[in-house]
């Protein structure tokens, strides 16, 4: 069974950064898909970074491209989400999935069978 952990959460500024990780225990991360959503309070889950199997092919919401950027390291098996110049919209619960090899790799959640805890992301105005 593939659990995964989030970190990096926290508070900071507009304009900042923060570098969220997604850690794996049981298992590589290389033949997994992995998406990153974010949940806002009274807001649906919203897709906000997609990588492919093998770590090829990334796809990012327009909301967040150009501010982030989504990297895998398969010796850590630990996927990261690099968040810079941060906006007070982008506050929310992000949280990290994972499928093993989908048909096709999207943003929306019902493609992911694994799902970490979250982890809080708060920009200050």
């Known amino acids: 069974q593939l659990q995964l952990v989030e970190s990096g959460g926290g508070l900071v500024q507009g304009g900042g950064s923060l570098r969220l990780s997604c850690a794996a225990s049981?298992?590589?991360?290389?033949?997994?898909?992995i998406g990153w959503f974010r949940q806002a309070p009274g807001k649906e889950r919203e897709g906000v970074s997609t990588?492919?199997?093998?770590?090829?092919?990334?796809n990012y919401a327009d909301s967040v491209k150009g501010r982030f950027t989504i990297s895998r390291d398969n010796a850590k098996s630990t996927v990261y989400l690099q968040m810079n110049s941060l906006k007070p919209e982008d506050t929310a619960v992000y949280y990290c999935?994972?499928?093993?090899?989908?048909?096709?790799?999207?943003?929306?959640?019902?493609?992911?069978?694994?799902w970490g805890q979250g982890t809080q992301v708060t920009v200050s105005s």
């Open positions: 999935a994972a499928a093993y090899w989908p048909p096709r790799v999207t943003m929306n959640p019902s493609t992911y069978k694994y």
């Open positions: 049981g298992r590589s991360l290389v033949n997994y898909a």
């Open positions: 990588l492919s199997p093998g770590g090829s092919t990334t």
